[in-house]
């Protein structure tokens, strides 16, 4: 029996998320969650997104979204910001707890995009995101690249391709 994988986007609707230069993260994290689920559902796994479009909905209902399909694990796609553009580079992956499965999932898909040219900030913990902390199932939350980097942006949009499957094949290969 296939695992349920549930793909989050980020943001939508009329919460943009960050934005860079008329870039906005509700999309880039739709356009990246859609590529990573046909690349899970190719490999057999049963996928169930949060969203498919451009609509929004609260974290806790996205929470809610999870439980409520069984979710085996939950991933939540989002692109980071900092103050300044440029000010920093990288991904980075959050958990709510640094042990057990999504500590794993987080730590793979992060060496997954760290070999495609990002640097690596490793995997965070914080308790206080609902995502994380409301869904009855191992979550991850990846920040692929920060959208007002010039450099991470250019990753994102000339290697789409391989960093969708480097984030598939990160949680593919934590699974047992």
């Known amino acids: 029996m296939p695992y349920t994988i549930v793909l989050d986007a980020g943001h939508g609707g009329a919460n943009p998320g ?3 230069n008329g870039r906005q993260e509700k999309d880039d994290a739709l356009r990246l969650t859609l590529a990573v689920g046909r690349l899970l559902e190719n490999a057999g796994m049963n996928v169930v997104y949060t969203r498919t479009d451009d609509s929004y909905d609260s974290p806790a209902r ?3 979204k999870a439980n409520e399909a069984g979710g085996d694990y939950f991933i939540s796609i989002h692109r980071n910001s900092s103050v300044y553009p440029n000010q920093y580079t990288g991904i980075e992956s959050i958990v709510y ?4 499965a999504a500590a794993n ?3 793979n898909i992060n060496e997954n995009l760290q070999a495609l040219g990002f640097v690596n900030h490793g995997v965070s913990e ?3 995101l609902v995502v994380l902390n409301r869904t009855q199932m191992p979550a ?4 692929a690249g920060f959208i007002n980097n010039d450099s991470d942006n250019a990753i994102f949009d000339n290697r789409f391709d391989e960093l969708a499957q480097a984030i598939a094949d990160g949680i593919l290969d934590s699974i047992p």
């Not at 991850?140 to 920040?143: F, P």
Request: hydrophobic fraction near 35%; avoid cysteine; charged fraction near 30%.
């Open 18 to 20: 960050a934005t860079y």
């Open 62 to 64: 996205k929470a809610e």
């Open 97 to 100: 707890n640094r042990s057990g």
């Open 105 to 107: 999932i987080a730590e």
């Open 126 to 128: 914080r308790t206080n």
């Open 140 to 143: 991850v939350l990846v920040e």
